[in-house]
């Protein structure tokens, strides 16, 4: 139980385009969901915080017109990267919490070219 | 605000010995919640222990225990009988169950390496 999926898995795009990142809980369902950055070597970084049928919480310094997130139900949250440059190049991480405890998804590796 | 501090970045261990991996945590609460997530190559977050507060006993799971000292806000992880397989980035976690429930303060991780 408690499995998390991420689509894609891996995605490349042009500079300037919009990018849509899905997370799902597939067994359970969520309240709120959490989306995270991760460069190499480093540690999660928190992004913004998700709850079912209301705004998303981002965090200081994250723009939340670039990082737009929506969670429709309580199995589902998407993060859109819009117009995205290089520098959104970087390895995205949701996670998903019935209650106390959070379920990561396996990851979304962003290439920006 | 909480924070987590993870002062070993790098350990080694031989296989099928013992290794301790540190964390010491910030905070004003009283309930929260302390987590170890282990993140492989794959880059997955594997949950390895988790440990309430509230609880004086230590958490074990199997091969992994904690050394839980409220007191000194220390968590350690002590991996017993190491595996090539138990190679990974370690990460140690708080949540507070207040206010913004269920937010996870990681620290900076700890790459441990597993010596054939």
């Known amino acids: 139980g408690a499995v998390v999926s991420q689509h894609p898995s891996r995605v490349i795009c042009k500079s300037g385009t919009s990018v849509k990142i899905e997370c799902r809980s597939l067994?359970?369902?969520?309240?709120?969901m959490f989306w995270y950055r991760q460069f190499p070597k480093q540690s999660l970084m928190l992004m913004a915080t998700?709850?079912?049928?209301?705004?998303?919480?981002?965090e200081q310094g994250v723009e939340k017109d670039k990082f737009l997130i929506n969670h429709a139900s309580l199995t589902l949250s998407t993060l859109t990267v819009t117009s995205a440059h290089p520098e959104d190049s970087s390895f995205y991480i949701c996670?998903?919490?019935?209650?106390?405890?959070?379920?990561f998804g396996p990851g979304t590796r962003l290439t920006v070219l | 605000a909480q924070t987590v501090t993870q002062s070993q970045p790098e350990m080694s261990v031989q296989e099928a010995e013992t290794v301790t991996l540190s964390c010491t945590y910030d905070t004003s609460e009283s309930d929260y919640y302390l987590f170890w997530y282990k993140q492989p190559p794959s880059r997955q977050m594997i949950l390895v222990i988790r440990q309430e507060a509230y609880k004086q006993q230590n958490a074990t799971e199997n091969r992994f225990s904690v050394n839980f000292q409220k007191a000194a806000k220390s968590f350690s992880l002590k991996i017993s009988d190491s595996q090539l397989g138990d190679a990974a980035m370690y990460f140690c976690?708080?949540?507070?169950?207040?206010?913004?429930?269920?937010?996870?303060?990681f620290g900076s991780g700890t790459q441990l390496t597993v010596l054939p």
């Open positions: 998700s709850n079912e049928g209301s705004k998303a919480t981002y």
């Open positions: 067994d359970f369902q969520a309240t709120t």
């Open positions: 996670s998903a919490s019935p209650l106390y405890e959070q379920f």
């Open positions: 976690a708080y949540s507070q169950l207040s206010g913004s429930a269920r937010q996870l303060t």
